[in-house]
């Protein structure tokens, strides 16, 4: 249970900065890379709990 807690936490830090990442391109870089501004959070927890 214990690396069950430890490895949500990991995730939520790994989405957390993909979420920062992905919020600073431009809407131009987003759509070069193919996805929407209302796509980031999908995208960055798919991410992160990879």
Known sequence: MFLAIV???QSWKDYNAA????SLLSDRELAD???SRSDI???AWEQ???
């Open 7 to 9: 490895r949500f936490v």
């Open 19 to 22: 979420l920062r990442e992905l």
């Open 33 to 35: 890379v193919g996805i």
């Open 41 to 43: 959070p999908r995208v």
């Open 48 to 50: 992160a709990t990879r």
